[in-house]
């Protein structure tokens, strides 16, 4: 057994020696080889971290597998955003969610600082956050009185924009910032890599852009809502897509001229 053993070493180490030498022969083929070899495991670990980050781990908020996000579709089936309209009625009318919001995704010129920014934002419904379960690491969210059309503007902000713009100043709250050309009071500030589908730095009422005789009461306008729900216990994201349908089937028969082929597609937010 032990003379079997070191022939077995011995064959292995001609083995790598000769490997060996035929590389340096074929430096090209060696190359090819180590670069396919790297390419193959980088990739292998991309695809894992992506498994790890959106599958095996669970999103970042409490009950996480009863959040759902719920657009229209047209009558071709394609995505789209929510009437406010229809919104207002999907949450009247549907029994599966515990709480439906809303979000738009806006843009903000944030001036008055050392550097202007170009800031990417939300504006939101009141219940979003408590759908998502997060509240801010310094002041608050908004208050029924501020989630009003004509309300003094108020806004929430990330903790990176706090650091950067800011200088992580807990005065902050409380103090005046200047977004697009008006004045928002800072209420409070969101914790470390808090983001909801895009990186935001800037959280505002949704109410804030409501004018009465906007766009916005116009049934068939869609003006860049997207909702957010959280399932009643007990339910299902198949039975709250269900439901959800039956819902857009019964406003196409009320509001025919605007909802005619609308649908709506309910998904899991993980």
Same mark, same amino acid.
């Given at each position: 057994?032990?003379?079997?053993?070191?022939?077995?070493?011995?064959?292995?180490?001609?083995?790598?020696?000769?490997?060996?030498?035929?590389?340096?022969?074929?430096?090209?083929?060696?190359?090819?080889?180590?670069?396919?070899?790297?390419?193959?495991?980088?990739?292998? %670990?991309?695809?894992?971290?992506?498994?790890?980050?959106?599958?095996?781990?669970?999103?970042? &908020?409490?009950?996480?597998?009863?959040?759902?996000?719920?657009?229209?579709?047209?009558?071709?089936?394609?995505?789209?955003?929510?009437?406010?309209?229809?919104?207002?009625?999907?949450?009247?009318?549907?029994?599966?969610?515990?709480?439906?919001?809303?979000?738009?995704?806006?843009?903000?010129?944030? %001036?008055?600082?050392?550097?202007?920014?170009?800031?990417?934002? +939300?504006?939101?419904?009141?219940?979003? &956050?408590?759908?998502?379960?997060?509240?801010?690491?310094?002041?608050?969210?908004?208050?029924?009185?501020?989630?009003?059309?004509?309300?003094?503007?108020?806004?929430?902000?990330?903790?990176?924009?706090?650091?950067?713009? &800011?200088?992580?100043?807990?005065?902050?709250?409380?103090?005046?910032?200047?977004?697009?050309?008006?004045?928002?009071?800072?209420?409070?500030?969101?914790?470390?890599? &808090?983001?909801?589908?895009?990186?935001?730095?800037?959280?505002?009422?949704?109410?804030?852009?409501?004018? @009465?005789?906007?766009?916005?009461?116009?049934?068939?306008?869609?003006?860049?809502?997207?909702?957010?729900?959280?399932?009643?216990?007990?339910?299902?994201?198949?039975?709250?897509?269900?439901?959800?349908?039956?819902?857009?089937? +019964?406003?196409?028969?009320?509001? @025919?001229? %605007?909802?005619?082929?609308?649908?709506?597609?309910?998904?899991?937010?993980?």
């Amino acid at each position: 057994p032990g003379s079997s053993g070191s022939n077995l070493l011995s064959d292995f180490w001609q083995d790598i020696r000769y490997a060996a030498r035929m590389l340096r022969k074929n430096l090209g083929f060696a190359a090819v080889v180590v670069i396919t070899l790297a390419l193959g495991i980088g990739a292998n %670990t991309a695809i894992f971290s992506f498994v790890n980050a959106v599958i095996l781990n669970p999103l970042p &908020f409490p009950d996480s597998d009863r959040l759902v996000v719920i657009s229209e579709t047209d009558n071709r089936g394609e995505e789209m955003s929510v009437s406010l309209l229809n919104f207002e009625d999907w949450r009247a009318r549907s029994r599966s969610f515990e709480e439906l919001g809303g979000l738009q995704f806006v843009t903000f010129n944030l %001036t008055g600082v050392d550097t202007p920014q170009r800031l990417a934002g +939300q504006a939101v419904t009141l219940n979003y &956050f408590s759908i998502l379960g997060v509240q801010p690491q310094l002041g608050r969210i908004f208050s029924p009185e501020e989630d009003k059309y004509g309300a003094a503007p108020t806004a929430l902000i990330s903790d990176s924009l706090w650091r950067t713009a &800011f200088g992580a100043d807990p005065n902050i709250v409380g103090r005046s910032i200047h977004l697009n050309s008006d004045t928002f009071t800072v209420i409070g500030i969101m914790p470390p890599r &808090f983001e909801f589908v895009t990186k935001a730095d800037i959280w505002v009422p949704l109410s804030g852009f409501l004018n @009465p005789n906007s766009p916005w009461f116009d049934r068939g306008n869609h003006m860049g809502l997207w909702a957010l729900g959280k399932l009643r216990n007990g339910f299902s994201v198949s039975q709250a897509e269900t439901e959800m349908r039956q819902i857009a089937g +019964q406003l196409a028969k009320e509001y @025919p001229a %605007t909802n005619s082929g609308n649908g709506a597609l309910t998904q899991s937010l993980q």
